[in-house]
Each structure stands twice: as C-alpha cells, then as structure tokens.
C-alpha cells in the first residue's frame, strides 16, 4: 500500500503541468488569432474606403469630363464623401493629367469617318499615404470643346 501512495503523490503534479501547458498553447493560439483578425479588418477598412474614393472620383469625371483640364476646382469639392473622410483626403489631377484628343480614322466598307477622340484624363486620391487613381476618356462636357 505504500507504493500505491508514493506514485499518486508524483502523479498529480503531472497533471497540473499538462493543464499549464494546455492553457498556454491554447492562449497562443487565441492571440495569433487576435493578430489575424486585426489584420483583416484593416485590410477590409482600407478596401471599402478605396471604393468610395473610387466612386468619388468616377462621378467626378463623369459630372465634369474634359472640364476638369481647364478648371480642376471641381476637385476640391468632395461632396460625395462622408465626414470623416473629407479630412484626409486631397483630389488632383493625375500624373498625366488630361492628355491631348487623339485623331481616329475609321473604314467600314466603302464609308471612311474620321474624328478626333476624346483626351484620357486621370485623377488621384490620397489618404493616409495610398494612392488611387481613376484614368478614363473624359466625356466632352457642355462647357468644352469637342
């Protein structure tokens, strides 16, 4: 009987380190989960406020088309944006701002037409350090000279 009482006195011990050690992989888990989870959710903020500057500069270009070469005031209006996005954001004219109207000629059958087709216009958006960038032909506008 006494050997019976000296290993259960050595087991208990035992089973108290697994329990810890149990504990601390599940708590490693969970924390590498947490880091997982952030990430995501900042990559998720960061996609949805792409899109709405996306949008933002969409609708730009299609109230202004060509417009915009001439007078980029309109970029500094940023009605489309909700409030708290305003702030840190700046609207301009893309690197290659308004390009020049192309000169097209097309030939179908016995008919030949030829025109000059609208200028390629890009704008960016920056917030917090990320570009993005919007480049379309630009419709010629009301204002603007075809």
Do not use: W
């Amino acid at each position: 009987m006494s050997t019976c009482s000296n290993s259960a006195r050595h087991q208990r011990g035992d089973v108290l380190l697994e329990a810890l050690v149990g504990v601390l992989i599940t708590s490693l888990i969970g924390a590498g989960l947490a880091g997982v989870t952030a990430r995501v959710l900042n990559s998720q903020h960061d996609a949805a406020v792409g899109a709405v500057l996306v949008n933002e500069m969409r609708n730009v270009l299609q109230i202004n088309g060509v417009d915009l070469c001439g007078d980029d005031a309109p970029l500094e209006n940023l009605n489309g944006l909700p409030e708290g996005l305003k702030a840190g954001v700046s609207l301009k004219l893309g690197a290659s701002g308004c390009g020049a109207g192309v000169p097209q000629s097309v030939t179908l059958g016995a008919s030949s037409f030829s025109g000059i087709m609208p200028p390629e216009v890009a704008i960016d958006a920056v917030h917090e350090g990320n570009t993005y960038t919007v480049r379309t032909v630009a419709p010629v506008t009301a204002g603007a000279a075809p």
